[in-house]
């Protein structure tokens, strides 16, 4: 039997994609829609999955947790400094999407408020390595068709593989199908959103370990939490693994008259992983992920360039990605942020 390589090949970015469209897939689903084995394809994700390629995870939604505010901070440092500061961000359960860019003298963080606490809204800006600080809270995510869109393109589901993949199943990729759910995240919920943070396909069995329920119980739980949008479930992937090798955080100024139209068109785009109202001079933020910097430069001179109501566009290079949704990434590749 030929020994396996390490970095992904045609049968691995097809199990990547088939996790992207349906982070708990069984294994056997995703198999028949590939067409290998189930063998083939458990071994394939814990190998992946050992060496840093891809985490499942779950979490909530910023937007719908009660008494909270989600904001992007934009921090300037001293030089020299954004690496330690990105790293001490990094460690904290408040924040994601973590980034290192302009040069190395610019971090953004996505961090969640709580009401009535600064929390880093407060101590960043009296960090003595801090020289500028703005913080911009999201008020409107698009949600368009572009999330679901797999970035890696040539090792893709085609459609057929797709829909079989999905038919039946409530979570594709952070979207949901309408359930009678109007479930929230109460705080009784915590073991679970922690198991599920470190292992989004975590079984049944582990996840009532964790919280004390019966498995019963946590499946309902975990399909309700769902069906209201109250958690996604999402992948944090190694994407210089993937071939994506240009990131970018984009600052729209756009015309109010036009924001909810150019938004929505914008999260249509498959190289947007993220688009979102927001409040500061630039109204509109959004996270690009191209395959290199000529990719990068078509989109923003084509598909971006062809909408109008667009006033100006500041394009900020993520030179280097401290941390996703949840983990870490080092040397590249991803890691559990309290290993």
Not at 44 to 57: A, D, F, S
């Amino acid at each position: 039997m030929a020994t396996e390589s390490r970095g992904p090949d045609h049968i691995d970015r097809q199990i990547l994609h088939a996790l992207h469209l349906s982070p708990r897939a069984p294994f056997a689903r995703v198999a028949a829609v590939i067409g290998v084995s189930e063998q083939t394809v458990a071994r394939r994700y814990q190998r992946m999955r050992g060496t840093g390629i891809l985490r499942v995870l779950a979490r909530p939604d910023p937007v719908k947790m009660p008494g909270t505010t989600h904001w992007t901070l934009r921090i300037g440092c001293r030089p020299g400094t954004a690496p330690a500061l990105a790293d001490a961000l990094a460690r904290r359960g408040d924040t994601a999407w973590i980034s290192i860019g302009a040069g190395g003298a610019e971090i953004t963080c996505s961090a969640v408020v709580a009401a009535g606490q600064g929390g880093l809204l407060h101590h960043l800006p009296r960090a003595s390595n801090v020289l500028t600080f703005s913080a911009h809270q999201i008020l409107h995510r698009f949600a368009g068709r572009g999330e679901v869109d797999w970035v890696a393109t040539g090792h893709e589901l085609d459609a057929g593989q797709q829909a079989a993949l999905t038919e039946g199943t409530t979570v594709v990729m952070g979207h949901v199908a309408a359930l009678d759910s109007d479930a929230r995240v109460e705080p009784a919920d915590q073991p679970l959103l922690d198991a599920l943070a470190r292992d989004g396909r975590a079984s049944w069995a582990s996840l009532a370990e964790a919280t004390g329920w019966t498995q019963r119980q946590v499946a309902q739980r975990v399909a309700a939490l769902t069906g209201s949008g109250a958690i996604l479930f999402d992948l944090d992937v190694a994407d210089a693994a993937i071939g994506i090798l240009a990131s970018a955080n984009l600052w729209f100024t756009i015309a109010p008259a036009h924001l909810a139209e150019v938004g929505a068109r914008l999260a249509d785009h498959h190289q947007l992983s993220f688009a979102a109202a927001v409040t500061g001079s630039a109204n509109l933020m959004a996270a690009a992920r191209c395959r290199d910097a000529a990719a990068l430069y078509r989109y923003l001179t084509t598909e971006v360039a062809a909408i109008d109501g667009i006033h100006s566009v500041e394009t900020v290079p993520q030179l280097t990605r401290v941390k996703q949704a949840h983990f870490l990434i080092e040397n590249g590749m991803v890691r559990d942020p309290y290993a």
